[in-house]
T-cell receptor
């Protein structure tokens, strides 16, 4: 069974600073995707970044980057130059690429607050 | 940019009533999903749907729930005889196999 663990229920960071959100996962699969989704107060789920497990290079999307450690099954999200609009719940998620079902497994989320 | 759309954005219903939540997935996607999120809690998988049938369902998705793709574009979730604990945000998502899921903006269901 796949599990995703986010050990930080809440984080806070000052505007313009850098923050890292942690995620670990457990799977016996070797071929999978990992994602970070953002859920602002509007509660919409917005894809922030994705990482393919077979790629060694860490994914980057503007101010967002990941540190993917496959052996350690760790997938952290770094937000640089934090902005007030980054305030949201962040969910780490996993999908088994070998499955045809495409079901996402989510962590419990980390509430990030960016303060001025 | 194509997106998943859900209607209504907010539904209030009396306990015991039936509700239908509607979704229009992205047109070239083949896989459709329903997830729910009780306020302040994690996102929970309900069901996946492919090739006009359920491909996987969770333990939450009991006989009270059903899904349908009635006309080739809409994807609906029906909840029969709603209970107070069904109050949650319900998300529809769609995707191609092995790629990320794209979520709708959600339907907030309140059972009173």
């Amino acid at each position: 069974a796949q599990t995703v663990t986010q050990s930080q229920p809440e984080m806070s960071v000052q505007e313009a600073e850098t923050v890292t959100l942690s995620c670990t996962y457990d799977t016996s699969e070797n071929n999978y995707y990992l994602f970070w989704y953002k859920q602002p107060p509007s509660r919409q789920m917005i894809l922030v970044i994705r990482q393919e497990a077979y790629k060694q290079q860490n994914a980057t999307e503007n101010r967002f980057s990941v540190n993917f450690q496959k052996a350690a099954k760790s997938f952290s999200l770094k937000i640089s130059d934090s902005q007030l609009g980054d305030t949201a719940m962040y969910f780490c998620a996993f999908i088994d690429r070998g499955s045809t079902l495409g079901r996402l497994y989510f962590g419990r989320g980390t509430q990030l607050t960016v303060w001025p | 940019e194509p997106e998943v759309t859900q209607t209504p954005s907010h539904q209030v219903t009396q306990m015991g009533q039936e509700v239908i939540l509607r979704c229009v997935p992205i047109s070239n996607h083949l896989y459709f999903y329903w997830y729910r999120q009780i306020l302040g809690q994690k996102v929970e998988f309900l069901v996946s749907f492919y090739n006009n049938e359920i491909s996987e369902k969770s333990e939450i998705f009991d006989d009270q729930f059903s899904v349908e793709r009635p006309d080739g574009s809409n994807f609906t979730l029906k909840i029969r005889s709603t209970k107070l604990e069904d109050s949650a945000m319900y998300f529809c998502a769609s995707g191609q196999v092995n790629t990320e899921a794209f979520f709708g903006q959600g339907t907030r269901l309140t059972v009173v």
